[in-house]
């Protein structure tokens, strides 16, 4: 219950965008919903005057439109008759619909009768607004599809009747394909009619009007059920046992709150019914559901239909624990250091990053992280949830990006190259430890799983570390970028698994480390380096200390006799230019100890080694071109 809670405190801090619709890119739009509304595409828009009589229509493309909803609408399916109280299709709001060859499967139970009368009560009741007045007293004349046809919004064929499909034959003489025809709907019949009123007192559009919405809210809150004790607020407040769908998309039909099965096991011997189970009041479900849409379209990241989402209640921007350094810091709007020496100033930016968004408030906010996902069409759960102190969310995710951390120059993408020295985003580290073809459904998998070792400071699980340096440990199987993207990442997963036994390993070289593993790596390094020195810069084929890599990490001292030997002639290619990585090859085999110096698979800190080393050489390299 504490996540709907918290989305039902997230509603009521943000009632000022309540009804206000944003656009997201060029084609998405999200809107944080008045209670009893949903959204609905509509395909024809209907303008009213104030007298109550048709001004004008038009089609229209992709609409979505803010509709006024009951309980029963929200769940109609079948031939269930549960009119929209005011926008709704063509069966609905058209009292001619049958004369234009609408079909009605029950002659006694007529749509229109039920909208219409509806729709009366509301114009007529205390509540009801001069625009709403103006729509019941037009569509009461029940002539909507003549005025359509007459306007050339509908198109009638030869028998006078509604146009089920486009005919070509018809183009010529209607001079064109009609608009309603590329509108979205399945038909004419099936098309979704929206109401405006030209009223020269209230300019808003009627499904962007706040006095329509409060209108509406007020008077649907008299025809709510019994009242019942409320599980969230813990108070008696009209209660609810339908909930809503459309959580993620308009075609979501996912619940995360449903109790229809009276004839399965969900009530067998436990309870008689579902609010014995639970109480949720119906303002704490439109108000939580409506949150979480509106959360979800705004800033939720969804893959493969699980949405991760990270929210804080004052509605202050808050970091994502699924975010690398970079996106860390352009979030805060600081600026980017290109090229970290040691890592350092970078992690220090990265501190002050995660520092800005601290607040001096006068209470504590709170930081909410949410995983959902549904197993079926109708079935959806919450996978994972957190709610933190901000200041304690904050703590954790600076803790993971200083130990997590290593130094990355990689691609993101085909434009852009970033080096940065901080923990890489859970996306790429699900492409690090399973390939860059790896299925949505794997990447959303290892993703959730690794929100708890940000969040809860819970150990790296260990076959994700082992699947990444074993992919790492075989370059060979990969393109060289790829390689190094996935070399970079491994290595700072090792970081954070030795970081957890207590054992601290950085970026810079440790000369002085007597570690087996961490000394092959550093004679990998030196081989690759002194190659790559006589191959010269035209020459992209693989080193092989990078051909046999793999075969190292397994037998390392049967492997480095082989690498050895083949390294002579690219020494004897070189000359004295080889002379300080041959005596550096010579000066880390001194450092072993003679009974390490066998062919026991190397741990993870080989990688760690070969990283290091290869840095300082090539970085050594740049400061010293002659040598």
């Known amino acids: 219950m504490s996540w709907l809670l918290q989305l039902h405190q997230t509603y009521d801090d943000n009632l000022d965008q309540v009804g206000k619709t944003v656009k997201k890119g060029e084609d998405r739009e999200y809107t944080l919903l008045p209670i009893s509304h949903t959204t609905q595409n509509a395909h024809i828009e209907v303008t009213i005057d104030e007298d109550g009589d048709f001004l004008r229509a038009k089609a229209l493309t992709k609409a979505s439109t803010v509709i006024p909803c009951t309980e029963e609408a929200a769940s109609r399916s079948g031939s269930k008759i549960a009119p929209y109280p005011l926008h709704d299709k063509l069966s609905y709001v058209a009292g001619d619909f049958v004369k234009y060859g609408g079909e009605i499967k029950n002659q006694d139970d007529v749509p229109f009768d039920t909208y219409i009368k509806n ?3 509301w114009a007529n009741s205390p509540y009801g607004t001069e625009k709403v007045k103006c729509i019941y007293t037009y569509l009461k004349k029940g002539r909507l599809i003549e005025d359509l046809v007459s306007e050339e919004v509908l198109v009638l064929d030869k028998n006078q009747q509604l146009l089920e499909k486009w005919d070509k034959s018809y183009e010529e003489q209607l001079g064109g394909k009609p608009a309603i025809f590329s509108s979205g709907a399945t038909d004419q019949y099936s098309a979704f009619v929206r109401f405006n009123v030209f009223h020269p007192e209230s300019i808003d559009d ?3 009007d706040k006095q329509m919405f409060d209108s509406f809210i007020a008077f649907y809150n ?4 019994e009242e019942d004790i409320c599980f969230v607020k813990g108070e008696r407040l009209p209660s609810t046992e339908r909930h809503a769908n459309k959580i993620r998309h308009a075609a979501d039909k996912a619940k995360l709150i449903s109790a229809n099965d009276n004839t399965g096991f969900t009530f067998r011997g436990r309870f008689k019914t579902s609010k014995e189970a639970v109480g949720i009041s119906y303002e704490v479900s439109q108000k939580a559901h409506n949150a979480l849409k509106w959360l979800i379209h705004r800033q939720g990241k969804t893959i493969d239909e699980r949405v991760f989402l990270v929210w804080s209640n004052d509605n202050s921007p808050v970091p994502n624990p699924d975010d690398d350094a970079v996106d860390m810091m352009r979030h805060s709007n600081r600026e980017l250091e ?3 020496e040691t890592g350092q100033l970078f992690a220090k ?18 930081v909410n992280i949410l995983v959902l996902d549904s197993a079926t069409t109708g079935r959806m759960a919450v996978l994972y949830y957190r709610n933190l102190n901000k200041e304690l969310y904050l703590d954790r995710l600076e803790e993971w990006h200083q130990f997590c951390a290593w130094e990355h120059r990689y691609k993101r993408d085909e434009k852009e190259f970033i080096s940065f020295f901080g923990a890489p985003a ?3 580290i699900a492409f690090a430890a399973y390939g860059p073809r790896a299925s949505d459904k794997v990447v959303k998998g290892l993703m959730e799983r690794m929100l708890p070792c940000i969040v809860d400071k819970r150990p790296i699980p260990k076959d994700i570390v082992k699947s990444a340096f074993h992919r790492a440990s075989n370059p060979v199987a990969m393109e060289r970028w790829e390689w190094e993207k996935t070399l970079s990442i491994t290595c700072a997963l090792i970081r954070k698994m030795f970081i957890e036994k207590k054992e601290e390993w950085g970026v810079a070289l440790d000369q002085h480390s007597k570690d087996r593993s961490y000394l092959f790596g550093r004679l990998l390094a030196v081989a690759d380096v002194l190659e790559r020195g006589a191959l010269g810069k035209d020459e992209t084929r693989a080193t092989n200390a990078i051909r046999y890599m793999n075969s190292f990490a397994k037998n390392p001292s049967r492997t480095w006799k082989t690498i050895q030997e ?3 002639p690219y020494q004897a290619k070189l000359g004295t230019k080889s002379t300080y990585l041959s005596k550096l090859i010579d000066e880390i085999s001194d450092q072993f100890d003679i009974d390490d110096f066998n062919n026991t698979p190397l741990t993870e800190k080989y990688l760690l080694g070969f990283y290091s080393q290869r840095r300082e050489l090539y970085k050594k390299k740049e400061e010293e071109p002659n040598q």
């Open 119 to 121: 729709l009366a009560e």
């Open 349 to 366: 930016e990265v501190t002050k990053a995660i520092g800005g968004y601290r607040s001096d408030l006068k209470y504590q906010p709170e």
């Open 566 to 568: 083949s390294l002579q």
């Open 426 to 428: 859970t996306k790429d």
């Open 206 to 208: 009627v499904w962007k």
């Open 338 to 340: 290109r090229d970290p």
């Open 222 to 225: 008299e025809k709510l059920g």
